[in-house]
């Protein structure tokens, strides 16, 4: 499986970040795997942002982002999306796209984007 | 959220040495705790998941152990691919959360 983030290297305060991932080797769609986003700050730890299930399309967000991410599919593009509106500087981040395996007890990233780097700044 | 912990934050070790790294979960996990290797500029790779399973492909001479609040990493015999910063993450509970790393670096 690969995955591959695409959006914008330059966000203004206030204004959304918008990134794709796109996804080949499997279907978005598949009920065996969970989606999600991870980034890390410079000189920070890694931060979950949220995850999406498929099959029933529910997301489980990070408390940290104050419910200002939106995670989607595109099932025609065999996509992953992220929409963080509101960003401040704080938001400058190598921004993840990554698979799990929707078992319990293997929810762990087996299957990584390469990452893009988001800056925000006026 | 459950805060996890790593230690050290910085590992200073020579080819051949065996490393061990510890994290600790403010809460009880389980053994849902999964490894990472990440080198600058690349995506973090999952190494060990369920505290003490290897992932495919991943050599041997990396091994974890524990459960609850207390888990750890060894490596073996350090390798010239192994220095790299190490991350350890719960998915016990949400919000998944990760420990700060641990940069293995040349003595």
């Known amino acids: 499986v690969q995955l591959e983030e695409s959006g914008p290297g330059l966000v203004k305060p206030s204004e959304t970040l918008s990134l794709s991932c796109s996804v080949s080797?499997?279907?978005?769609?598949?009920?065996?795997?969970?989606w999600s986003w991870v980034r890390q700050a410079p000189g920070k730890r890694l931060e979950w942002i949220g995850r999406i299930y498929p099959t029933s399309g529910s997301v489980n967000s990070n408390p940290s982002i104050k419910g200002r991410a939106t995670i989607s599919l595109d099932v025609s593009r065999n996509e992953l999306s992220l929409k963080l509106t509101s960003v401040t500087a704080a938001d400058t981040a190598v921004y993840y796209c990554?698979?799990?395996?929707?078992?319990?007890?293997?929810?762990?990233?087996?299957?990584w984007g390469q990452g893009t780097l988001v800056t925000v700044s006026s | 959220d459950t805060q996890m912990t790593q230690s050290p934050s910085t590992l200073s070790a020579s080819v051949g040495d065996s490393v061990t790294i510890t994290c600790r979960a403010s809460?009880?996990?389980?053994?849902?705790l999964a490894w990472y290797q990440q080198k600058p500029g690349k995506a973090p790779k999952a190494l060990i998941y369920k505290a003490s399973i290897l992932e495919s492909g991943v050599p041997s001479r990396f091994s974890g152990s524990g459960s609850g609040t207390e888990f750890t990493l060894t490596i073996s015999s350090l390798q010239p691919d192994d220095f790299a910063t190490y991350h350890c993450?719960?998915?016990?509970?949400?919000?998944?959360?990760f420990g700060q790393g641990t940069k293995v670096d040349t003595k």
């Open positions: 809460q009880s996990i389980g053994t849902f």
């Open positions: 990554a698979k799990t395996v929707a078992a319990a007890g293997f929810y762990y990233f087996n299957s």
């Open positions: 993450q719960q998915y016990n509970t949400y919000p998944w959360t």
């Open positions: 080797g499997a279907s978005i769609t598949s009920a065996s795997y969970f």
